[in-house]
Each structure stands twice: as C-alpha cells, then as structure tokens.
T-cell receptor, first 114, second 117 residues
Framework: DGGITQSPKYLFRKEGQNVTLSCEQN?????MYWYRQDPGQGLRLIYY???????QKGDIAEGYSVSREKKESFPLTVTSAQKNPTAFYLC?????????????FGPGTRLLVL | AQKVTQAQTEISVVEKEDVTLDCVYE???????LFWYKQPPSGELVFLIR??????QNEISGRYSWNFQKSTSSFNFTITASQVVDSAVYFC??????????????FGRGTQLTVWP
C-alpha cells in the first residue's frame, strides 16, 4: 500500500538536545512538507521541498532544519534553538508541489519536552 | 495575504442532526483551491474534497455536501444525518498561486465536531 509513514509516534526531548523526526513516502511524490500543530491551532508550515536537494522555509522555520537527499525521505531536525518544541508534527506530500495539488498526510509525531 | 477563518471552534450535535461547518477565506489571487480535511482522534489528516476557484458547483458525496460561494468567499461543509463516527476536527485550507505555480496550504484553526449518541 502506498502512503506516508512517520516515526516515531512519540518522541521525548531533553533540554539542549537535537532530535530528528522521520518522514518517508512511497507515493512517488515530488513535493514534501512539514507542519506543526499546537492545541486549538491550525497547521503551520515549517519547511517544504519541491524537488530533491532543494527546500524552502515556511512560516516558522526558526529552530528547525531539514534535508532532502532522497525523493522518498524528508527528515526534520528540531534543534536546541527551538525553545518551545512541544507539539504535534505532521508530514505531507503532493504529486508535484503545484498549487492545485492535494497534499496527503502521515500519521504524525508527538514531541514532548522532558 | 492568504487567510482562512473557521469561526466555529466547537460544535456539538446529537446523532442524526444535520450540521454545517463554516469556512471563510481571503485571497487576492484569481486562481486558488479550497480543501477540507478531517482529523479524527488518531491525529492523521484525511483529505475530503478539493475545489478550484472557477467551479462554483456544489458537491455532494453521500452524507457530505459542500457549498462554495465566491460572492461571500465561503466554502461551507454540511454533514447530513450526522453519526458518532463523524466526531473529529475539521480543517478548511486554501492554496493560492501568488503568481507562481508553487503550492502551499493555509489552514484555518479547525472546528471540533462532537456527535453524541
């Protein structure tokens, strides 16, 4: 079955620690996205990538970093510079990244700070 | 600027009632796309519908229907004969071209729908 997988489902971070969230898709989609969701809020865009080895900052990129070395994978690193990382993180992909394309979402990773 | 407003934070209904979720959007672009997603308690967003700015025809899919009105910049979602399984957070989202072909979604804050048995 084609889809988007995210791991882990839950992740705990200690103060000053960098953590990496995994996102993999086997839909052969070109574009991938990372969103952050806080309670009672909509989704806010962190980073997005339309093609391999290229990505752009979204609205809240500070304290986060990404890479896109393979079409299937778009990992997100939450660095120690992100002072309030506790949130639900959702990865998405779309076929081409163009404005008319539907984005499909993974199951999400819940990040908690110890 | 692109903006989506879902004024209803929470709605509670009893099973079999009809319910309408409101969505109002703002954009200066002439070409744009509107989406509805469902987020059940598991957390994953499930795509429900996409509508482009040139197609104002209403759409019906089973118990779901969507009313797109450009004159009022609204894209409302109605569930007929609601069921407990409809309980979820529903998000409306906008994708606009801003002069480029690169797409990104702007989400409303979502409406929590609770359907009681």
């Amino acid at each position: 079955d084609g889809g988007i997988t995210q791991s882990p489902k839950y992740l705990f971070r200690k103060e000053g620690q960098n953590v990496t969230l995994s996102c993999e898709q086997n839909l052969n989609h070109d574009a991938m996205y990372w969103y952050r969701q806080d309670p009672g809020q909509g989704l806010r865009l962190i980073y997005y990538s339309q093609i391999v080895n290229d990505f752009q900052k979204g609205d809240i990129a500070e304290g986060y970093s990404v890479s896109r070395e393979k079409k299937e994978s778009f990992p997100l690193t939450v660095t120690s510079a992100q002072k309030n990382p506790t949130a639900f993180y959702l990865c998405a992909s779309s076929r081409t990244g163009r404005v008319q394309e539907t984005q499909y979402f993974g199951p999400g990773t819940r990040l908690l700070v110890l | 600027a692109q903006k989506v407003t879902q004024a209803q934070t929470e709605i509670s209904v009893v099973e079999k009632e009809d319910v309408t979720l409101d969505c109002v959007y703002e954009t200066r672009d002439t070409t744009y796309y509107l989406f509805w997603y469902k987020q059940p308690p598991s957390g994953e967003l499930v795509f429900l519908i996409r509508r482009n700015s040139f197609d104002e025809q209403n759409e019906i899919s089973g118990r779901y229907s969507w009313n797109f009105q450009k004159s009022t910049s609204s894209f409302n979602f109605t569930i007929t004969a609601s069921q407990v399984v409809d309980s979820a957070v529903y998000f409306c989202a906008l994708s606009a071209d801003r002069g480029s072909t690169l797409g990104r979604l702007y989400f409303g804050r979502g409406t929590q729908l609770t359907v009681w048995p």
